[in-house]
């Protein structure tokens, strides 16, 4: 029986359409000023990593953000297997989505999806939708980085995809997670796909009048930061939804903080935050964070 194969949805757009061009643009995001300056190496970190949240936008605006999440999963000794949470942009598909087998594609190469663990993974209120995942870029722009750092070592991963991000369903799919994780014979971590608020005139969230778009992104987004290093997912749901930041992946990070917690994770470090108006000052500006749970 062939493979099933998801081809990329957003290579070309949100990043290189092809491997030379993409390993180079992803070589840059680590060297950029605001990138870590150094490429990746896999070594034994003393960091037992439970979990990342790491951006999804344009590499050309959050790459050298994402860089530092994956440069510190690559000095404290990688992963086999990655279980990646994130939004749900095209509205396509059930209110939580796991992708349960086959290939993802990327000019990179293709990468396996751990079928045993996706399969377990559906119960509950994950259902198996591979329809919410076809177009959905917020998972797919992870997977170039990964397979970067590994260059011909294997890894594999599950993708769920999440619309509803209400805190029972954060908590419900964070505990799920954690009973597969505590069986699995592999090494897991979880990464969380989110950009964090969207402000100005091109998401119709404008700043009040005498605040720079890019200082009320950061002054907004410090109170959700605060809730993801305090480790406190139903903190981070209630400062989103009192605040009004327009974070677009809140649910797979309270998910994720859940998860990490029950599993062992203290500490979470904040590695690198910006914004889209460092690469380009405009009327509008997202913010990214890269943060790290261990």
């Not at 619309?163 to 799919?173: I, R």
Request: glycine share 8%.
């Amino acid at each position: 029986m062939l493979e099933k194969i998801r081809p990329p949805a957003v290579a070309g757009q949100f990043y290189d359409s092809s491997e030379e061009s993409l390993k180079q643009t992803i070589e840059n995001c680590f060297l950029d000023d605001r990138g870590p300056n150094s490429l990746p190496k896999i070594s034994k970190g003393n960091k037992d990593i439970k979990g990342l949240v790491v951006p999804h936008a344009g590499f050309i605006y959050s790459g050298a953000i994402a860089a530092h999440a994956y440069h510190f999963l690559a000095k404290n000794g990688f992963s086999d297997t990655f279980i990646i949470l994130g939004p749900n942009h095209t509205g396509i598909g059930s209110g939580v989505s796991v992708m349960t087998e086959g290939e993802w594609r990327t000019p990179l190469g293709n990468t396996h999806i751990n079928e045993v663990i996706a399969k377990q993974l559906q119960r509950d209120i994950i259902d198996k939708d591979d329809n919410a995942h076809k177009y959905e870029h917020s998972i797919e722009v992870q997977l170039p980085f990964l397979q970067y750092i590994v260059g011909s070592k294997n890894f594999d991963f599950v993708p769920i995809c999440m619309s509803m991000q209400d805190k029972e369903t954060a908590k419900e799919v964070g505990n799920n997670i954690v009973d597969i994780v505590k069986e699995a014979d592999e090494k897991i971590v979880i990464i969380a796909r989110t950009d964090f608020s969207h402000a100005g005139f091109n998401y119709m969230s404008m700043p009040p009048e005498g605040i720079r778009v890019d200082e009320y992104a950061k002054k907004q987004d410090k109170f959700a930061i605060d809730e993801i290093l305090n480790l406190n997912p139903d903190g981070l749901i209630d400062t989103v939804q009192n605040k009004n930041i327009t974070m677009c992946g809140y649910g797979p990070v309270a998910a994720m903080i859940t998860a990490s917690k029950l599993l062992g994770g203290n500490k979470a470090e904040l590695l690198k935050y910006g914004t889209s108006y460092e690469v380009h000052p405009s009327t509008s500006c997202v913010g990214y964070g890269a943060i790290a749970i261990y």
